[in-house]
Structures are given as structure tokens and as C-alpha cells.
């Protein structure tokens, strides 16, 4: 394998890039529908924020071309 690396160091990097995307995707995948499943009940139990404010609470500030 370390001569297979050190011949095709290119090729290498890759195919170890596309194994370590296959091994942690199962993981980043579940953590995002488990954050969606969470955010969405926070929605329904606490109600979407007021008006000058996103999902997170966050204030926007509209921008003055559309005023």
C-alpha cells in the first residue's frame, strides 16, 4: 500500500478522499436529520419569532433599496 501511495500520490489522495466521505457521510447525514427533527419542534412548541427576526433569532435588517 505505501508503495502504491508513494508511486501515485495524486490517485492516492482521492481514492483515501472518497473513503473517508463513505465512512463519515452515514454520520453527518443522521446528525442533520436529528438537527432538523429538533429545530422543527422547537418551531412548533415555541412558535416562529417575531417579525424582524429568522428561525434562529437572528435580526435582519431589511436593505435600503427595498425601502
Same mark, same amino acid.
Do not use: C, Q
Given at each position: #500500500? ?12 482521492? =481514492?483515501?478522499? =472518497?473513503?473517508?466521505? %463513505?465512512?463519515?457521510?452515514?454520520? @453527518?447525514? %443522521?446528525?442533520?436529520?436529528?438537527? @432538523?427533527?429538533? @429545530?422543527? @419542534? ?10 424582524? #427576526? !429568522?428561525?434562529?433569532? !437572528?435580526? =435582519? ?7
Amino acid at each position: #500500500m505505501w508503495k502504491f501511495a508513494s508511486d501515485n500520490a495524486v490517485l492516492f489522495f482521492f =481514492i483515501f478522499w =472518497i473513503a473517508a466521505w %463513505a465512512v463519515t457521510s452515514p454520520f @453527518r447525514y %443522521a446528525f442533520h436529520a436529528y438537527n @432538523r427533527t429538533l @429545530r422543527s @419542534r422547537n418551531i412548533a412548541a415555541h412558535g416562529w419569532p417575531v417579525a424582524p #427576526m !429568522d428561525a434562529d433569532g !437572528d435580526v =435582519i435588517y431589511p436593505d435600503k433599496d427595498e425601502e
